[in-house]
């Protein structure tokens, strides 16, 4: 699968098939998780792979009871060696570059399986100290995601999203007055471009119509 249409076309997965996912899928989406970049190249990650029914309900209760995490045939916790990290980059090692290694990490996982045709969703919500308990966690591992992975058994909706040229400031924070093309229209374009075209439809119609005041009243609407 070409890396955009992979990116573009994932989503969050909460519904599964009552499949089991072989373990040489689960090791292929582990492995490409260890690819991702990592500060200093310590790569603090760490993986557990839960597929026993009685550690996933617990992992459920944990996690605010969350149906998919019960019903997905696999569960990974994702962990986090803050002690790796804090060893050569102290308080901003573990606070930060940590948490940011290994979410580069599970943003991989994702998309690997998708690409081999798995759905998967990143759950946050949980009671850390209840994870480590479950899964015998030492302390100074942090566990950061539980990411559910099984075949899908619905196909949502691709969520809508914001224009990336809306959120994307050139040289300094909020400084869009400048003339820079990124090749991808803007939502303020797609607007623009909408009201040219109503515009372009209502001389149309004028050319037509006998009445006027009526395509007078359209305009003010058009334009607020």
């Not at 899928?25 to 310590?42: D, F, H, K, V």
Request: glycine share 4%; hydrophobic share 40%.
């Amino acid at each position: 699968m070409d890396v955009f249409e992979c990116i573009k076309t994932r989503r969050s997965v909460r519904r599964y098939q009552k499949r089991d996912v072989p373990n040489h899928l689960i090791g292929m989406i582990i492995e490409a998780a260890t690819y991702a970049p990592s500060a200093g190249n310590l790569q603090p990650w760490e993986f557990i792979v839960v597929k026993d029914k009685e550690r996933k309900t617990k992992l459920y209760e944990a996690a605010l009871k969350q149906t998919h995490i019960k019903e997905a045939p696999v569960i990974i916790v994702v962990c986090a060696n803050i002690g790796k990290t804090s060893s050569r980059y102290g308080k901003r090692g573990e606070r930060l570059y940590a948490i940011q290694d290994t979410a580069a990490a599970i943003q991989n996982m994702l998309l690997a399986a998708h690409a081999l045709g798995l759905g998967t969703c990143w759950i946050g919500a949980f009671d850390e100290e209840q994870v480590k308990v479950i899964c015998a966690i030492p302390e100074h591992v942090r566990p950061v995601a539980l990411i559910t992975v099984g075949y899908p058994a619905e196909k949502p909706h691709p969520p809508r999203r914001i224009p990336f040229e809306n959120l994307t400031w050139v040289e300094y924070y909020q400084n869009y007055k400048v003339n820079w093309e990124f090749g991808i229209k803007s939502l303020d374009r797609y607007v623009e471009e909408l009201k040219e075209k109503v515009e372009e439809k209502l001389s149309e119609m004028k050319a037509k119509e006998k009445k006027p005041t009526i395509l007078t009243k359209i305009r003010k609407i058009v334009k607020k």
